[in-house]
């Protein structure tokens, strides 16, 4: 029976199931959306809730009781300045478990645990679509033309580059002869 148990050890020890839980959470905030286990999430979703609770009122004290969990200063941050006032007016449930199936190794079920308030990013996709499209698109007849003199400007600045100094003067004297005689 699993009577008066208060949480699912995971099948590890303690260090490890508090690391792993830190690490989870603080991916939580991080990303916004994390895949995981089931009995994972719904661990990681408990100690989740309790952190933006705190997040909801930036006080020293609750600062601290995050930090004691979260040891990223960053995430720590992003907690108490956009996670903590994003979730302001709701009094729980911050995060969803989305269900993806089972895993193909071991057949645990798999969910998506994410903030409730979470947006899938389209756009950025979008925009990257755009980009490769005008990478592959062909240049235009002006671009090539421009293209064409910059590389014979360069062709000549190594010719003149790559003669010896004697073979200069040589051609620098010429010139002058040739001037002279007009």
């Known amino acids: 029976m699993n009577h008066k148990n208060g949480f699912n050890p995971l099948s590890r020890t303690s260090a490890h199931r508090r690391a792993m839980s830190r690490n989870m959470v603080t991916s939580l905030f991080r990303y916004e959306r994390i895949t995981t286990t089931k009995a994972k999430a719904s661990e990681v979703r408990r100690a989740a809730e309790k952190l ?6 930036d006080s020293v004290h609750n600062r601290r009781q995050a930090a004691r969990f979260i040891a990223d200063e960053a995430i720590l941050a992003k907690l108490f300045t956009d996670i903590g006032p994003r979730m302001k007016e709701r009094k729980g449930g911050y995060t969803r478990m989305l269900k993806l199936g089972f895993r193909q190794g ?9 903030l409730v308030d979470y947006k899938l990013d389209t756009s950025s996709k979008e925009a990257k679509k755009e980009e490769k499209a005008k990478k ?20 000549k600045k190594a010719e ?17 002869t040739e001037k002279a005689s007009e």
């Open 52 to 57: 933006i609770t705190r997040g909801k009122v």
């Open 106 to 114: 071991d057949a645990a079920d798999l969910v998506i645990l994410e």
């Open 136 to 155: 592959a698109a062909p240049k235009t007849k002006e671009k090539a033309g421009a293209d064409k003199k910059v590389k014979a400007e360069k062709g």
């Open 160 to 176: 003149s580059e790559g003669k010896p100094k004697a073979a200069k003067k040589a051609a620098e004297k010429s010139a002058d």
